[in-house]
T-cell receptor
Framework: DAKTTQPPSMDCAEGRAANLPCNHS???????VYWYRQIHSQGPQYIIH???NNETNEMASLIITEDRKSSTLILPHATLRDTAVYYC??????????FGTGTRLKVLA | EAQVTQNPRYLITVTGKKLTVTCSQN?????MSWYRQDPGLGLRQIYY???????DKGDVPEGYKVSRKEKRNFPLILESPSPNQTSLYFC?????????????FGPGTRLTVT
């Protein structure tokens, strides 16, 4: 599975879009990009995943660059409840998951 | 309600006293996995299971055992716990990871070994 790199922390104003970047320059063609978040010490929560097309669901949008070497998770209107650690994972579904240390997003009132 | 449950949620024990942390899911998922989380290290995978009687090591399997005798249960066994196994443990399940599939996580078990 490809290694991912994320900034350790970011701030975002409440109501604004939060754009969380992830670099996965060694990703291979069959590897999906997944995003999870963890609020305090709760179990991680799935947000979204994609292979090469951009994806959107009720929680967020995922933008994957054409060369697939990086992606951005977008929370369109961040709220205080979106304060969490966000993890980007690249995996081919070979059952091994590498979470990394993620990005700590703080949404400011 | 679809969920992954773990028991106990909190456990304080002493070095060398065998313990089991149970994990159960009610979603008929094939895939289950255990992770530990330590400050500054993120979540690290301990063991995973692709289906009943099929398990494999993750990144940090030393000191742990698992078994998968039934589809819904995936207990984590510490035969002789040591203080360096003090951690927050999460169990997760997924229908399948082949072709993409999200994991559902349990609430966590906070283990302290003295």
């Amino acid at each position: 599975d490809a290694k991912t790199t994320q900034p350790p922390s970011m701030d975002c104003a409440e109501g604004r879009a939060a754009n969380l970047p992830c670099n996965h320059s060694t990703i291979s063609g069959n590897e999906y990009v997944y995003w999870y978040r963890q609020i305090h010490s709760q179990g991680p929560q799935y947000i979204i995943h994609g292979l090469k097309n951009n994806e959107t669901n009720e929680m967020a949008s995922l933008i994957i660059t054409e060369d697939r070497k990086s992606s951005t998770l977008i929370l369109p209107h961040a709220t205080l409840r979106d304060t969490a650690v966000y993890y980007c994972i690249a995996t081919s579904g070979t059952y091994k998951y590498i979470f990394g240390t993620g990005t700590r997003l703080k949404v400011l009132a | 309600e679809a969920q992954v449950t773990q028991n106990p949620r909190y456990l304080i024990t002493v070095t060398g006293k065998k313990l089991t942390v149970t994990c159960s899911q009610n979603m008929n998922h094939e895939y289950m996995s255990w992770y530990r989380q330590d400050p500054g290290l993120g979540l690290r995978q301990i063991y995973y299971s692709m289906n009943v009687e099929v398990t494999d090591k993750g990144d940090v399997p030393e000191g742990y055992k698992v078994s998968r005798k039934e589809k819904r249960n995936f207990p984590l066994i510490l035969e002789s716990p040591s203080p360096n196994q003090t951690s927050l443990y999460f169990c997760a399940s997924s229908f399948t990871l082949a072709g993409g599939g999200e994991q559902y996580f349990g609430p966590g078990t906070r283990l302290t070994v003295t």
